[in-house]
Structures are given as structure tokens and as C-alpha cells.
């Protein structure tokens, strides 16, 4: 994998080398040629998760591990058959 870089303006920018399947945007019939040195925008996707996702991540953990682990209601031990 090539290295990052960094840019106070532009954050971490990482090298790469886009590539379209046609040299043409729109239909057959009306194609609207597109080439080197043209102006574009790319998403680059990395995973399915959204940033809610990756903030709920921690406190869902944390709630499953104290769900778990609580105690029986009315404050009845786990070893009292009553």
C-alpha cells in the first residue's frame, strides 16, 4: 500500500488512480464524453457503518456486559433457591 500524506487543508490524502467502466457519461445514443484532465468528484467507501454506528459502539458493549452481569431483581442472590 502506498503511504499517506498530510495537508493542513486537505487532511489525510491518500494516492490513487480512479477509473470509469465507459468514457462517456449518459446514454449510447447521447453520450457526453468524458476524458483526461476533466474535473471529478469520487466517494471513496470503506464500510457500511454509519458514524451513529461507531459512537452507539461503545455504550451498546457497555450495556450488553451490564446486562450480563446484573443481579437478580428484589436483591435475591444467584445462589438463593428461595
Known amino acids: 500500500?502506498?503511504?499517506?500524506?498530510?495537508?493542513?487543508q486537505e487532511g489525510t490524502?491518500?494516492?490513487g488512480s480512479p477509473a470509469t467502466d465507459k468514457?462517456?457519461?449518459g446514454s449510447e445514443a447521447?453520450?457526453?464524453?468524458?476524458?483526461p484532465g476533466?474535473?471529478?468528484?469520487?466517494e471513496i467507501l470503506t464500510d457500511k457503518k454509519t458514524?451513529?454506528?461507531?459512537?452507539?459502539?461503545p455504550i451498546l458493549k457497555a450495556r450488553d456486559a451490564a446486562l450480563?452481569?446484573?443481579e437478580p431483581a428484589f436483591g435475591l442472590a444467584r445462589d438463593d433457591p428461595t
Open 68 to 70: 450480563r452481569n446484573a
Open 51 to 57: 458514524v451513529l454506528a461507531y459512537l452507539m459502539k
Open 38 to 42: 476533466y474535473t471529478a468528484t469520487a
Open 1 to 8: 500500500m502506498r503511504s499517506r500524506t498530510r495537508s493542513r
Open 13 to 15: 490524502l491518500f494516492p
Open 23 to 25: 468514457n462517456y457519461l
Open 30 to 35: 447521447k453520450p457526453l464524453p468524458i476524458g
